[in-house]
Structures are given as structure tokens and as C-alpha cells.
């Protein structure tokens, strides 16, 4: 089963919905103005309209591949092409033996391997299979990862040059631009999503409350709490 995860909306998270739809073996779909909703059902029939293949067994005969990825293979559509990646040791041969099942039943296939040099132009895949090798790392495994865990994904962001949880990238400039004096803070506004008002963040605009008021909020609620204990006091009654 596949797992298409649609989110609708201007603030759509699309981390959890990039994450269902990769966990799910299916695809995402982020749809954040109205008029973006046709095309994006139409995307979606296309991909269920015509399945190819299902249960679908990918093996290697007569020569050692490891690091497989995907881990298990998805349904195969028309129109949405699978992409396997993985590293072999030793001479190159044999075959990848293909299985699985179509509308009329079973299907497999043998697709022999014929030893080539490597190709340039190729040099993208290894990236590919890293990215994805760190994604299954970091979703699939526990809220709080090992040692071991955090060591491959880190090693695979440093080897490959790819930023993940571990890794950053950090740029530092050889010319100093400020040599002295003293530096001015900046306020940097940030995008609030389509259609939410500004009175999601409280205050939008002016000043800062100066000392002044802050000052006469407090007097006034030191005065409050004086009036609650006056009221709170017993009163004590004698004859004359």
C-alpha cells in the first residue's frame, strides 16, 4: 500500500506531510491556494489510474550489493518511475532479478549485469543515495538515537558534503567590514503565512513599553493587593 499525503492550507507543515508521504512509500502534495487544488487531484489520479506492478522483489544473483535503498520497494505507476540505489563489492556480474505482480499475474525478470567503467556524468547518483540513506536513518529510527546511529548519519553528511541534524554548513568571511564602534540592533520582520492576522504575534507594531509604564502597572498592582488585605482584616467589636 502507498500513502499519497495531501496538505491544504497557507501554513501547511510540510515536513510531517513530506514525512508521511517518504514513510508511506507514496508522494506529497501541498496545496496552498484554491485555485492549486485541480491540479493537484489530477496529479494524484494519474498516479492511481494506472499501476504497473506491486509487491515488487528487487535481487541480486552473483554479486554482493549492500545498502540497498529503499529498503522495501514501492508499487510501480505509469507515470511515477522507482529509482534503486546501492553499493556492490568485488567484480561486477550476474544479474538483478526483477519479481512482482501486474493485473495479470505474476511477472519477473533477469537483467544481466555487464562490467563498464564508471561514467561522470553519473556522479549525482551517489548523492542520491545518500540523501536517502540519511532520511530512512533519521525517520525510521527512535526519538533518541545512539551513538552508533548519529556516527553514520554524520558520516554520510560529511562525506558527501549534505547538511542533516548533525551537520551544518558554516561560511566565514576573511574581511572584517566593522572595525569599531558600536553596533545597531535590527529588527528583521518575517512573513506571516497568507491570511493570518497580525494579531496572531500580539503586538504588531510601535515601541517597546518604556519604564515609565511598566513603572505605573506595578503601583497599580501593589495598590490592588493593599485594598484586598484591607478588605480581607477582621473587625473586632467591644461595649463601651
Known amino acids: ?13 510540510r515536513h510531517l506531510i513530506e514525512g508521511v508521504a517518504r514513510a508511506g512509500l507514496g508522494e506529497p502534495f501541498v496545496v496552498t491556494r484554491p485555485e492549486d487544488a485541480p491540479e493537484a487531484a489530477e496529479q494524484l489520479r494519474r498516479y492511481i489510474e494506472m499501476p ?5 522483489d528487487v535481487r541480486f544473483d552473483g554479486f554482493d550489493v549492500y545498502d540497498v535503498e529503499p529498503g522495501k520497494i514501492p508499487d510501480l505507476f ?3 518511475p522507482i529509482v534503486v540505489f546501492g553499493k556492490w563489492r568485488g567484480p561486477i556480474r550476474g544479474s538483478i532479478d526483477i519479481s512482482g505482480r ?3 499475474g505474476a511477472w519477473q525478470t533477469s537483467i544481466p549485469v555487464v562490467p563498464a567503467q564508471a561514467d561522470d ?18 525517520d525510521f529510527g527512535p526519538a533518541n538515537p545512539g551513538q552508533e546511529r548519529i556516527d553514520a548519519i554524520t558520516s ?37 503565512p497568507a491570511g493570518v492576522s ?11 513599553p518604556g519604564l515609565l ?3 505605573a502597572v506595578a503601583v497599580a498592582l501593589i495598590g490592588m493587593s493593599h485594598l484586598l488585605r484591607l478588605r480581607r482584616a477582621p473587625v473586632r467589636c467591644g461595649k463601651r
Do not use: C, K
Open 52 to 56: 504497473v506492478l506491486t509487491d515488487i
Open 213 to 215: 509604564w511598566v513603572t
Open 102 to 104: 501486474t493485473g495479470r
Open 78 to 80: 505509469a507515470s511515477r
Open 121 to 138: 556524468s553519473h556522479a549525482a547518483l551517489r548523492l542520491l543515495w545518500a540523501r536517502t540513506r540519511i532520511a530512512n536513518l533519521s
Open 156 to 192: 554520510l553528511g560529511l562525506t558527501h558534503g549534505l547538511l542533516t541534524r548533525y551537520t551544518s554548513f558554516v561560511a566565514v568571511h576573511e574581511v572584517v567590514r566593522r572595525t569599531g564602534g558600536d553596533a545597531s540592533d535590527v529588527d528583521q520582520p518575517l512573513p506571516l
Open 198 to 208: 497580525d494579531r496572531a504575534i500580539g503586538v504588531t507594531s510601535g515601541a517597546e
Open 1 to 13: 500500500m502507498n500513502v499519497f499525503a495531501f496538505g491544504i492550507g497557507s501554513s501547511v507543515n
